[in-house]
């Protein structure tokens, strides 16, 4: 069983972001860059999974500019076998969105027939939170998404999903899209010697044109600003000064 | 075109969120439709019926919507979409996991947890953890929008909505639902409270937590939350997490104990209305948030503070 992992390159979770000064976007020149958290727990899943002898092979795709070959060495440190670069040129993070990605997705889809594909469940930079569901309704398959536990049996997927509530736990048939919540797994540090060897494992390129898939975005960036600051506020010395401040102050309680 | 808002309920009531997402859906102006899909949900239908400012209640009952599956739901939104120019949904984890479907398959984009409404095709919306606003302009026939239900009221009651029956869509049979473990508490929902008392770390365990935190929320009739760590940690469960990738809520009060306030997690409650913050490090971050921070060993303080309060 083929298993498919697009990861995405965003801003390291570290790092605050920051407005340009014209409004336009953000400023990601010469920040920290790293494979979108989600998107290692994804990896590592498919990795264990290929490590139990349930999956014959991991393919981690990137849809971006050239330097998302570097969250593709990455995956492949952490154990994919392979990677696929959707090469979309000069087209900004901004402009491509995720129905976009979504279809070229399912362009790659279409060509490895991979029995399933694990998403992250949302982005960290963007947050949009709809890539591996826009993927499963173009493929028509079925969709897990917010896993914290999946299981394999045959062709069978039993997934417990982190709902507003508390868990739901979903059965359904491959092919078919997992997208990972924070608990599902704890990704591996990727080892020197696994570096080294991601380096030399097979990486592919393709062009959003030789897929047929149309990139334009669909929503113009009008504006981007910064959201208004919290006043800073008081310290207070004990416990009393607090229940003081906030029944007469507040007026909260 | 008028505006076509999907409730999420549970056959008997509606859930609050859909209450701020039609308040958002209000502000484009047009006729509001809320959509009630689900199995023997006439009781949800008609509590729908009484949110003001609806028009019409669309309900589909049928077996197939029993434990509205993504699959199934936004099959049945999208044959109903050609007649409007919205399709909005209340971001929650039934929201977000339905909602980006019934785009693709409209081939329209999504546009994710909005906090306003500036005009029928342009929107703001949070990025990068809060830390910046894009306003953004859809060139879709159809506006997909999911509501970041902290950023709009709750829409009053006192409407009389009238409620027409619509015709299921087919039975995908792609996924069953085959058990649910929801958190039962007697407290209110995350989403919905005036007051919310969060733990982290701090805490230590999860016996700390219940037997601090506890007695506290119920004082002041809170919810009670948590920070990612507390959660991974196992001390709650997770539908306690506050934060960029768990509940984003703006509270009357939010009471932050044990919690250091890294960028995930305020990211999901620092649009709460006053902010209290109670740690042992004075350099936490949590404490540029806080309109009154208390630097203190929480063990002594919290007891304390629930005594006097
Ligand atoms: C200021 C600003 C505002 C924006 N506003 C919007 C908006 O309102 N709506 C909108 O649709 N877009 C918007 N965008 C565009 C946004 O950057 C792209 O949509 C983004 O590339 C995809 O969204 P996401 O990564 O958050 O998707 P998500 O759906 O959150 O991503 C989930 C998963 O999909 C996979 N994935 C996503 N992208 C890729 C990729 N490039 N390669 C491989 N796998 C991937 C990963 O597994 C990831 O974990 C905005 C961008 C900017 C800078
Ligand atoms: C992709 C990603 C997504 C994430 N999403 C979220 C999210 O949605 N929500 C979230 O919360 N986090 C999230 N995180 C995690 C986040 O980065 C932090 O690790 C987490 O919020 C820390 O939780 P904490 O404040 O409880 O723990 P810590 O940072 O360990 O802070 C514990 C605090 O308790 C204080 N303390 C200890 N003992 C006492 C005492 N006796 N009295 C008083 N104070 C005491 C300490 O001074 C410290 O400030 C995410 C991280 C990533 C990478």
Same mark, same amino acid.
């Given at each position: 069983?083929?298993?498919?992992?697009?990861?995405?390159?965003?801003?390291?979770?570290?790092?605050?972001? #920051?407005?340009?000064?014209?409004?336009?976007?953000?400023?990601?020149?010469?920040?920290? $860059?790293? $494979?979108?958290?989600?998107?290692?727990?994804?990896?590592?899943?498919?990795?264990?999974?290929?490590?139990?002898?349930?999956?014959?092979?991991?393919?981690?795709?990137?849809?971006?500019?050239?330097?998302?070959?570097?969250?593709?060495?990455?995956?492949?440190?952490?154990?994919?076998?392979?990677?696929?670069?959707?090469?979309?040129?000069?087209?900004?993070?901004?402009?491509?969105?995720?129905?976009?990605?979504?279809?070229?997705?399912? @362009?790659?889809?279409?060509?490895?027939?991979?029995?399933?594909?694990?998403?992250?469940?949302?982005?960290?930079?963007?947050?949009?939170?709809?890539?591996?569901?826009?993927? @499963?309704?173009?493929?028509?398959?079925?969709?897990?998404?917010? %896993?914290?536990?999946?299981?394999?049996?045959?062709?069978?997927?039993?997934?417990? #999903?982190?709902?507003?509530?508390?868990?739901?736990?979903?059965?359904?048939?491959?092919?078919?899209?997992?997208?990972?919540?924070? #608990?599902?797994?704890?990704?591996?540090?990727?080892?020197?010697?696994?570096?080294?060897?991601?380096?030399?494992?097979?990486?592919?390129?393709?062009?959003?044109?030789?897929?047929?898939?149309?990139? %334009?975005?669909?929503? %113009?960036?009008?504006?981007?600003?910064?959201?208004?600051?919290?006043?800073?506020?008081?310290?207070?010395?004990?416990?009393?000064?607090?229940?003081?401040?906030?029944?007469?102050?507040?007026?909260?309680? | 075109?008028?505006?076509?808002?999907?409730?999420?309920?549970?056959?008997?009531?509606?859930?609050?969120?859909?209450?701020?997402?039609?308040?958002?859906?209000?502000?484009?102006? *047009?006729?509001?439709?809320?959509?009630?899909?689900?199995?023997?949900?006439?009781?949800?239908?008609?509590?729908?019926?009484?949110?003001?400012?609806?028009?019409?209640?669309?309900?589909?009952?049928?077996?197939?919507?029993?434990?509205?599956?993504?699959?199934?739901?936004?099959?049945?939104?999208?044959?109903?979409?050609?007649?409007?120019?919205?399709?909005? *949904?209340?971001?929650?984890?039934?929201?977000?996991?339905?909602?980006?479907?019934?785009?693709?398959?409209?081939?329209?984009?999504?546009?994710?947890?909005?906090?306003?409404?500036?005009?029928?095709?342009?929107?703001?919306?949070?990025?990068?953890?809060?830390?910046?606003?894009?306003?953004?302009?859809?060139?879709?026939?159809?506006?997909?929008?999911?509501?970041?239900?902290?950023?709009?009221?709750?829409?009053?009651?006192?409407?009389?909505?009238?409620?027409?029956?619509?015709?299921?869509?087919?039975?995908?049979?792609?996924?069953?639902?085959?058990?649910?473990?929801?958190?039962?508490?007697?407290?209110?929902?995350?989403?919905?409270?005036?007051?919310?008392?969060?733990?982290?770390?701090?805490?230590?365990?999860?016996?700390?937590?219940?037997?601090?935190?506890?007695?506290?929320?119920?004082?002041?009739?809170?919810?009670?939350?948590?920070?990612?760590?507390?959660?991974?940690?196992?001390?709650?469960?997770?539908?306690?997490?506050?934060?960029?990738?768990?509940?984003?809520?703006?509270?009357?009060?939010?009471?932050?104990?044990?919690?250091?306030?890294?960028?995930?997690?305020?990211?999901?409650?620092?649009?709460?209305?006053?902010?209290? *913050?109670?740690?042992?490090?004075?350099?936490?971050?949590?404490?540029?948030?806080?309109?009154?921070?208390?630097?203190?060993?929480?063990?002594?303080?919290?007891?304390?503070?629930?005594?006097?309060?």
């Amino acid at each position: 069983m083929k298993i498919l992992v697009p990861v995405k390159r965003v801003l390291d979770y570290n790092v605050k972001a #920051r407005v340009k000064a014209d409004g336009s976007g953000m400023d990601l020149a010469n920040v920290k $860059m790293a $494979m979108n958290p989600f998107d290692e727990i994804a990896v590592e899943e498919a990795v264990r999974l290929k490590e139990a002898g349930i999956a014959t092979e991991v393919i981690a795709v990137s849809c971006g500019a050239a330097v998302c070959s570097e969250t593709l060495r990455a995956a492949m440190a952490i154990g994919a076998d392979r990677g696929i670069l959707v090469d979309c040129g000069e087209l900004s993070d901004a402009e491509l969105q995720p129905l976009a990605v979504a279809k070229l997705l399912k @362009a790659v889809c279409d060509t490895e027939a991979p029995e399933l594909v694990i998403c992250g469940k949302q982005a960290i930079d963007d947050d949009a939170n709809q890539t591996g569901q826009m993927l @499963a309704a173009l493929m028509g398959w079925p969709q897990a998404t917010f %896993a914290s536990k999946l299981s394999l049996d045959g062709r069978l997927a039993t997934v417990t #999903r982190e709902i507003d509530g508390g868990l739901e736990t979903l059965e359904m048939t491959l092919p078919a899209v997992v997208t990972t919540d924070l #608990r599902l797994n704890e990704p591996r540090y990727a080892t020197l010697p696994n570096i080294m060897k991601a380096k030399k494992k097979p990486l592919d390129s393709v062009k959003p044109a030789e897929l047929g898939v149309d990139v %334009a975005p669909r929503l %113009a960036i009008l504006k981007v600003a910064e959201p208004s600051r919290r006043s800073a506020g008081v310290l207070v010395p004990d416990v009393a000064t607090l229940v003081d401040k906030l029944k007469n102050e507040a007026k909260v309680i | 075109m008028a505006v076509l808002v999907i409730a999420e309920h549970d056959n008997q009531s509606i859930k609050t969120a859909t209450l701020n997402a039609v308040t958002a859906a209000q502000v484009v102006g *047009a006729d509001i439709h809320v959509l009630v899909a689900g199995n023997g949900c006439y009781a949800a239908a008609q509590a729908a019926a009484a949110i003001g400012g609806v028009a019409k209640v669309l309900v589909c009952d049928a077996a197939h919507y029993a434990t509205q599956t993504a699959e199934n739901v936004a099959e049945l939104v999208r044959a109903l979409a050609a007649d409007y120019g919205h399709v909005f *949904a209340a971001a929650t984890s039934a929201g977000k996991n339905m909602l980006p479907r019934v785009a693709a398959q409209l081939d329209v984009a999504q546009i994710s947890d909005i906090v306003a409404v500036e005009s029928a095709d342009t929107f703001v919306r949070p990025i990068y953890a809060g830390n910046a606003l894009a306003t953004v302009k859809s060139t879709d026939r159809v506006k997909v929008v999911t509501v970041r239900t902290a950023a709009f009221d709750a829409a009053p009651l006192g409407g009389s909505a009238p409620i027409e029956a619509v015709p299921a869509a087919k039975d995908l049979g792609l996924t069953r639902v085959v058990g649910r473990e929801l958190t039962k508490s007697e407290r209110p929902e995350l989403g919905a409270a005036k007051i919310i008392v969060s733990g982290g770390r701090g805490l230590g365990n999860g016996e700390n937590y219940r037997t601090l935190l506890e007695p506290l929320a119920d004082k002041l009739g809170a919810a009670l939350g948590a920070s990612r760590a507390a959660v991974d940690a196992g001390f709650v469960p997770n539908d306690y997490q506050v934060g960029q990738t768990g509940k984003i809520v703006a509270p009357q009060v939010y009471i932050a104990i044990g919690i250091s306030g890294a960028i995930q997690h305020l990211a999901g409650m620092k649009d709460s209305r006053l902010i209290v *913050a109670i740690n042992k490090d004075p350099e936490a971050p949590i404490f540029h948030v806080a309109d009154y921070g208390l630097v203190a060993d929480l063990f002594a303080v919290v007891p304390e503070l629930t005594a006097t309060i």
